[in-house]
Every structure is written in structure tokens, then in C-alpha cells.
């Protein structure tokens, strides 16, 4: 039971450049989400999807892209990274948009 | 969502019980407690929610006062394992309550 994986775990990357985070789960949840922590502001979500194309923005969205062709898959495009983007990123599905959220296992980026 | 309050840190011994308070005099009646832990480095886990009856499963008790203005987690034989940053949660179930707001939580360390 995979459950919910993210890829890359950890990335370095330079400003200016794409970065694209990947995240699958294997429980068929309806709803994703992704959240960024950082030290002195807790976990923040940035986009969330009820459903195949289906999207929408969180609290800090600005800078962040997903999209959502397949129920499984959620990846989160950092177009143009920026230092302050600089943080450890975790994935979240739910079967509900209440419901219980399962989270992954983090992808810790480094914008240089 | 209602706001929480947790103590910031608490010391337990390895084998007894560990139990974390939390306050939510604001809760509403359709509002969830939630609990959550992150172990460093690692995404956070859930570990149980309840609305107003007492709650148990394989992880933890959940005990909430018949005012709900209180909870308490209960992990029954603290081990190592269990040293992590735990998080109370209050949440509705109605659309706009999509995200979890983590506060600071309770960092609860194990000692052997």
C-alpha cells in the first residue's frame, strides 16, 4: 500500500529556473492538496483540487502552478523560483473536502 | 475554525501514558477536534479526530469534555517513537473548510 508519494525529496534549484514537484496517490481521494512549511508559519496551503480539473487557490498561490489531468497525480509548478520560495512542500489527499487529510512525505526545495 | 491552545512542550517517561491537553473554548457545534503529529523531518500523520463522544483506535484516546471547550490525547504507553510535535486541530465540515490550520502544537519528548 503505497499510499501517497512525492518526488523529488530534495531539490536544489537556482532563481529564475521551473521546478515541478510531483505528487500520486494510490487511494483514489477526490481531494489534494498541497501545503508549504516554513519556520515561524506552520503548515500553508497553496492550491487544492476536488477532482480531475478541478482547482483551486489556498492562502499563498501566488508564484505556484497545478493542474490535475489524472485523479492520482497533482503536481505543483514553481515557475520562476524565488529564494523565499525556499521550503519543504507536502502533499495531502482526502476523500472529503472535510475529511481526514493523509499527508506524504515532503520534498524539501532549496532555491539558490 | 476555532482557535486553539496547547502547552508548548511536555516531558513524559517511556511506558506510561502520555496526555496532551488542548483548548478550544470557541469551538461551534459542527466542528471537529483533529489531532495530528509530525515527527521531524516527516509529513504530518494523523492520528484521530472526534466530535463529541470519546474516540479510540490503534494510535491514541481522544477524550473531549461534555462542553467540547476541551480535549484531551491520550497515548496510552508512550515509546520513543512518539516524540514529535503534536497538533490540535479544530474544523468544520462545510465547504471552506478545505485546509488544516496547524498552530504551533505541543512537542511532547519521550524520555527513557
Known amino acids: 500500500d503505497a499510499g501517497i508519494t512525492q518526488s523529488p525529496r530534495y531539490k536544489i534549484t537556482e532563481t529564475g529556473r521551473q521546478v515541478t514537484l510531483m505528487c500520486h496517490q494510490t487511494w483514489s481521494h477526490s481531494y489534494m492538496f498541497w501545503y508549504r512549511q516554513d519556520l515561524g508559519h506552520g503548515l500553508r496551503l497553496i492550491y487544492y483540487?476536488?477532482?480531475?480539473?478541478?482547482?483551486d487557490k489556498g492562502e499563498v498561490p501566488d508564484g505556484y502552478v497545478v493542474s490535475r489531468s489524472k485523479t492520482e497525480n497533482f503536481p505543483l509548478t514553481l515557475e520562476s523560483a524565488t529564494r523565499s520560495q525556499t521550503s519543504v512542500y507536502f502533499c495531502?489527499?482526502?476523500?472529503?473536502?472535510?475529511?481526514?487529510?493523509?499527508f506524504g512525505p515532503g520534498t524539501r526545495l532549496l532555491v539558490l | 475554525d476555532a482557535k486553539t491552545t496547547q502547552p508548548p512542550s511536555m516531558d513524559c517517561a517511556e511506558g506510561r501514558a502520555a496526555n496532551l491537553p488542548c483548548n478550544h473554548s470557541?469551538?461551534?457545534?459542527?466542528?471537529?477536534v483533529y489531532w495530528y503529529r509530525q515527527i521531524h523531518s516527516q509529513g504530518p500523520q494523523y492520528i484521530i479526530h472526534?466530535?463529541?463522544n470519546n474516540e479510540t483506535n490503534e494510535m491514541a484516546s481522544l477524550i473531549i469534555t461534555e462542553d467540547r471547550k476541551s480535549s484531551t490525547l491520550i497515548l496510552p504507553h508512550a515509546t520513543l517513537r512518539d516524540t514529535a510535535v503534536y497538533y490540535c486541530i479544530v474544523r468544520g465540515t462545510n465547504f471552506g473548510n478545505e485546509k488544516l490550520t496547524f498552530g504551533t502544537g505541543t512537542r511532547l519528548t519521550i524520555i527513557p
Open positions: 472526534g466530535l463529541k
Open positions: 495531502a489527499s482526502s476523500e472529503l473536502v472535510s475529511g481526514t487529510q493523509y
Open positions: 483540487s476536488a477532482a480531475a480539473d478541478i482547482t
Open positions: 470557541t469551538i461551534s457545534g459542527n466542528e471537529y
